[in-house]
């Protein structure tokens, strides 16, 4: 799922700041492969992206409607 980020809000803020604000940010399921050891993951792999399981990732597909605001938080 694709997030509408960064939006011009977020780019100014992040200029005001001297930030890179990032960008391609999606919310997507777990890679194939990918080890889990205890209650974490071998190695960050998301890269920024904020990673659910890929049941959820396939619940959110079919229940949330293009355009829904999210809010990150950390």
Known sequence: LHISYPNERDIREAAENGWDPGGQIVIHGLPTGLIKTSSKYEYDWTDGCIAVSNAAVED???????????????
Do not use: H
């Not at 959110?60 to 950390?74: A, F, K, M, S």
């Open 60 to 74: 959110l597909w079919r229940l949330v409607d293009e355009g829904t605001l999210i809010e990150i938080t950390p």
